[in-house]
Nanobody, 131 residues
């Protein structure tokens, strides 16, 4: 239904910045929960940031104050602005989405801690932070 493609990754020194983009194409109907997830080789996936119908943009504690998620609806594009990058931010970064849904009369939260609910994924873009 929806295809996602990330871009904007690269190699930077600690303290540097990068802006990731995720272009969405294909047919879709809202509302959706969208987010960024990262994974380093040999490590588990970590939800980074999400944006949903509530308008809130929660981020993981590990990136709070440094990363910001946003979207451009007209361009069907999701962004992740990453500032003050640290070596531990090194990972493959994926964008992902799912359609908003109800369970027992309420919305399933759109939150970085609930990445298992995402069912559409991009191919990822590599971010490397090193001196």
């Amino acid at each position: 239904q929806v295809q996602l493609r990330e871009s904007g990754g690269g190699s930077v020194q600690p303290g540097g910045s990068l802006r990731l983009s995720c272009a969405a194409s294909g047919s879709w109907t809202g509302p959706y929960c969208m987010g960024w997830v990262r994974q380093a080789p040999g490590k588990e996936r970590e939800g980074v940031a999400t944006i949903g119908i509530s308008g809130n943009t929660p981020v993981a504690d590990s990136v709070k104050g440094r990363f910001t998620i946003s979207k451009d609806v007209a361009k069907n594009t999701l962004y992740l602005q990453m500032n003050s990058l640290k070596p531990e931010d090194t990972a493959m970064y994926y964008c992902a989405l799912r359609r908003s849904r109800y369970v027992d009369g309420r919305f399933v939260p759109c939150d970085p801690s609930l990445i298992d609910d995402f069912d559409s994924w991009g191919q990822g873009t590599q971010v490397t932070v090193s001196s």
